[in-house]
């Protein structure tokens, strides 16, 4: 395994990112009534999620959504989703929490689907970020690390469901870049 992040920089990356989003909800007044749904998608997400809502000071709440996304024939409507919120969305701050953006045709998909029910606010938030093959764009407000074409385990993301209990994010040495090894979850 060779390490891409260490536990250190993560870490240090996870509360600077949670200052941020202290910061830029902080000075919303309907807060107390209304907190920041902070949806994490399973189930790469559950390690960061877990650390991230340890750094926020505003008001939250948390729900969890497993989707997976195919790509057919038609652009959009690829999206299975094995896991679904509890409650609508309707009239939420919704903050998507995702451990690694590729294509972005996961997160797109999601998106077009949570903005039909009308939240008050849609944000994504994500640890890591590969924009190199992306090619269905989605606004990220806050980004961890920008990452190359690598494919990476650790820190709740998986290769074969292995390595997720990781605090660091790494490469497994010898895996063929680019594969296909994570359920895409
Ligand atoms: P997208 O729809 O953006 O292409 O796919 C995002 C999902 O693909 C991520 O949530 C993750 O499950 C999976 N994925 C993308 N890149 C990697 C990677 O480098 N390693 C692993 N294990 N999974 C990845
Ligand atoms: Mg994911």
Redesign the pocket.
Known sequence: MRVLISEEKIQAKVQELAQTINRDYGNRNDLEDNPVLLVG?LK?SFVFLADLVRHLTIPVEIDFMAAT?YVGTQSTGNLIILKNLNESVHDRHVLIV??????????YEIRERLLLESPASFEICTLLD?PV?RH?AVPVKYVGYTIGD????GYG???NEQYRSLPYVGVVEGAVEGAE?????
């Not at 090894?181 to 979850?185: C, P, Q, Y």
Request: charged content about 35%; cysteine-free.
């Open positions: 998608l790469g996304s995702e451990d690694i953006i590729d294509t972005g045709l996961t997160l590969k093959k269905s690598e494919f990476v385990v993301i998986d290769y090894g994570s359920d895409r979850e």
